[in-house]
């Protein structure tokens, strides 16, 4: 299949299925009703609703980057999305308790063909890198679960979550997370990308107090899969701030061995019947890379750029934590946490990591290095149902007030977060966003339905208390067997506080999912 016709085949495949399956919900495909389809396409159409006028807006010092000048109204984003899951039970037709899972997804972006002429030139400019990040075919998940007894074993492709927070991930940091196509603006659930891995899980039955108690473990070989966060290309919508002028970035990914593998382990129950616990510690990789400055002063003093280096590095990191979940009766809500301990996280230190920077001022050639520190993160959260009568007579408003928290004890007044706030004319000395020992972010998300269900208005307001947020206004309709919904992201506040660093992304979406 060629990939500059994959949405075609997404059209065709989904109008197939549909035509077969009127209604939104699976259909079974042999009369032993052993083999199950189902599936989804969205479609998402996205507007910029201001002017870029941050670090874009400086014209690039270097002959192969395009800077992209966005203008409110373009047209950023043409995400189409297709998911075909399929589920075949062999315990149906024999005595095996075994299941194979398979998805297919399907991707294809059209903003850069057809979308803001900005973009337009991004794409001529370098076809290969854009289209292969616009276009995709892949099998999403494909694992087979083997049960037997209070034993189940799951091998192959598939998601690892261990979290229970909503918006930013703080125990959940086992699957890497996909922010090149939208990053917050975008569900949580829908940024995980799976691992190839084997999962076992061991019901350990009831101990007094503690009921289904059980173990799960996760290992994901180095030397058989290695996934990390995709990196944005250099002038696509989503990619992170960045400067305008030089560096050059350069991923580097560890070996492929068993050092380089995640794996993880879990125990989790209920204690008295209304409070789920869990602890855990795993190993892992940050969705964010080091970074480390490399200068080649031969390459630099002949007047190319590529001698001034950003080097990408992905380094592993171990968390202990857990998390836990209780329904309150006296207050009729959940109360749910998550707690974890970061073991020598990379750290930033424009110091450190840009020390080579010192070339450029003194002519002095000094090495980069990678710090490290620990990071205790946890999150506190409500969820409440309550009614309002006066303005929904019929089903209740849904309220979740969330808090995440980040205690940095190895803190230095040094440390910056690695978005830097470039200055043409500062290149040796440029500015970054501060991080403090403490951060502190709070959300709120409301959400009620009307029209028995198929009306979902909701808003969510994410704000750092030291001055910057977004906010996402929402309304969603359903009819059987479509979804449409209308989405707005805006942020406010200062745009060195995270998330202000994105103050200029304002924008604008109309999604439409059908569902088969």
């Known amino acids: ?59 690039s010092m270097v002959p192969d980057r395009i800077t992209p000048q966005l203008d409110a109204w373009d047209i950023i984003q043409h995400r189409n999305l297709a998911y075909i899951e399929m589920d075949y039970d062999f315990s149906k037709q024999s005595e095996h308790d075994v299941q194979l899972h398979a ?18 030139r991004v794409r001529e400019f370098d076809a290969k890198t854009i289209d292969d990040f616009t276009r995709d075919a892949d099998i999403w998940e494909l694992y087979a679960n083997i049960t037997r007894g209070p034993w189940l074993l799951r091998v192959g492709r598939q998601k690892i979550s261990w979290g229970k927070t ?15 196509y939208g990053g917050l603006f975008e569900s949580l659930d829908d940024r995980r990308i799976p691992l190839w891995a084997l999962r076992t899980t061991y019901n350990l039955g009831d101990f007094g107090s503690i ?67 869990s602890l855990a510690h795993y190993r892992t990789y940050p969705n964010d890379p080091a970074l480390k ?12 750029f590529h001698g001034l280096v950003v080097e990408k590095h992905f380094k592993q990191v171990d968390i202990t934590g857990g998390s836990f979940s209780y329904f309150s ?24 990591n840009f020390a080579a920077l010192a070339f450029l001022s003194t002519g002095q050639l000094v090495e980069s290095t990678i710090p490290e520190w620990d990071v205790l993160r946890f999150s506190l959260a409500l969820d409440k149902p309550f009614w309002i009568r006066s303005l929904n007579e019929r089903s209740m408003f849904n309220l979740t007030i ?71 206004p929402a309304i969603e309709y359903r009819m059987d067997p479509w979804k449409f919904k209308v989405q707005y992201d805006g942020v406010f506040g200062d745009k060195d506080i995270p998330p202000g660093v994105l103050f200029d992304s304002d924008q604008v979406a109309f999604i439409a999912t059908l569902m088969f």
């Open 402 to 472: 969330e808090s995440f928290n980040e205690y940095y004890p190895d803190y230095k007044d040094s440390f910056k977060l690695p978005a830097p706030i470039w200055d043409v004319n500062k290149l040796a000395n440029p500015d970054f966003v501060d991080v403090n020992k403490w951060e502190h972010t709070v959300i709120a998300n409301l959400y009620t339905s009307y029209w028995s269900g198929k009306l979902t208005p909701s808003v969510l307001v994410a704000y750092n208390l030291d001055g910057a947020g977004f906010w996402e």
């Open 103 to 120: 998805t297919g997804r399907f991707l294809y972006d059209g903003a850069y063909e057809y979308g803001a002429d900005a973009l337009q």
């Open 293 to 304: 400055l490399r200068i080649d002063p031969e390459i630099l003093m002949q007047g190319d």
């Open 329 to 352: 009766s006296t207050i009729e809500a959940v109360i749910r946490g998550e707690l974890g301990y970061f073991w020598d996280e990379p750290a930033f230190d424009p110091n450190q």
């Open 211 to 277: 009921s289904s108690l059980g173990i799960d473990a996760f290992w994901e070989p180095g030397f058989v899969d290695q996934q990390f966060a995709p990196q944005s290309p250099w002038g696509t919508v989503y990619n992170f701030p960045q400067p305008s002028p030089p560096p050059y970035p350069q991923v580097i990914k560890p070996d492929g061995d068993m050092d380089s593998s995640r794996w993880g382990f879990r125990l989790q129950g209920i204690l008295f019947n209304n409070l789920d616990l």
């Open 1 to 59: 299949m060629k990939q500059k016709n994959i949405f075609i085949y997404i059209v065709l495949i989904s109008a197939l299925v549909w035509c077969a399956a009127p209604h939104a919900s699976a259909r079974y495909y042999n009369e032993a009703q052993s083999l199950e389809i189902r599936g989804q396409i969205t479609s998402k159409l996205t507007f910029k609703t201001q002017d870029t006028k941050g670090w874009f807006t400086q014209p």
């Open 166 to 180: 909503d918006v930013f991930p703080m125990l959940d940091r086992i699957m890497p997370i996909d922010n090149t």
